[in-house]
């Protein structure tokens, strides 16, 4: 198989983004794609319900490349509910934070 990443989708309730703290509140990966417009479409159309009525305002997305470690230095793409998810940057309480599915 020559598939060596995948796209992971986590789920995060981040009750104050702009504090220089680590403030999640919690998160959950919960599904994986073979290509980021796959997870992007399943993000912006909240396909199962990820927001889960409110417990998860943040989203993002992640390129995990396959072994020991894949998600370190990953790219990401970050998303903050506003009546759907909207692409955002990353929030600064987690500015020195690697790795959400798998770390």
């Known amino acids: 198989m020559d598939r060596k990443t995948i796209f992971v989708v986590t789920t995060l309730q981040i009750d104050e983004p ?6 999640v509140a919690r998160k959950r ?7 980021f417009g796959s997870a992007k479409d399943a993000v912006l159309g909240n396909h199962c319900d ?3 009525a409110g417990h998860y305002n943040y989203a993002v997305i992640e390129e995990i490349h396959w072994g020991f470690y ?30 959400f599915s798998l770390g």
């Open 18 to 23: 702009s504090s220089q703290e680590y403030n």
């Open 29 to 35: 990966s919960v599904g994986w794609f073979p290509t």
């Open 50 to 52: 990820i927001y889960e």
């Open 70 to 99: 894949g998600n370190l230095g990953s790219e990401e793409v970050w998303f903050l509910w506003n009546e759907g998810y909207t692409e955002t940057k990353r929030p600064q309480c987690l500015h020195s934070v690697a790795g």
